[in-house]
Nanobody, 123 residues
Framework: QLQLVESGGGLVQPGGSLRLSCTAS????????IGWFRQAPGKEREGVSC????????NYAVSVKGRFTISRDNAKNTVYLQMNSPGPGGTGVYYCIGRDGNGHRCGPPFGAWGEGTQVTVTS
């Protein structure tokens, strides 16, 4: 099962930028669709964005569309989430996760959750 590790979290201003990274530990993620999720304090985990295995398909939550960009570099075994102007609602723990099976599509079934990376939006 694909095990992913998130990094790049930290403090960011509401109008600032931050780039998160998601890498595979001991394996390759090149064949998997990868999704980013976040969990804000006191709220359920929600989907943020997803990219299929060859970057031909991406999707975004309405709340981040136009401000966040998902991308991947399979040669570097990494998927990125560029966060621009995250706003106060951007605070939370961000997780990436791989889709088990067909890498052309996003959505469940998913593999294992990682520990996530904390993003705190503060002015």
């Amino acid at each position: 099962q694909l095990q992913l590790v998130e990094s790049g979290g930290g403090l960011v201003q509401p109008g600032g930028s931050l780039r998160l990274s998601c890498t595979a530990s001991g394996s390759t993620l090149r064949n998997n669709a990868i999704g980013w999720f976040r969990q804000a304090p006191g709220k359920e985990r929600e989907g943020v964005s997803c990219i299929n295995h060859n970057s031909e398909y991406t999707n975004y939550a309405v709340s981040v569309k136009g401000r966040f960009t998902i991308s991947r570099d399979n040669a570097k075994n990494t998927v990125y989430l560029q966060m621009n102007s995250p706003g106060p609602g951007g605070t939370g723990v961000y997780y990436c996760i791989g889709r088990d099976g067909n890498g052309h599509r996003c959505g469940p079934p998913f593999g294992a959750w990682g520990e996530g990376t904390q993003v705190t939006v503060t002015s």
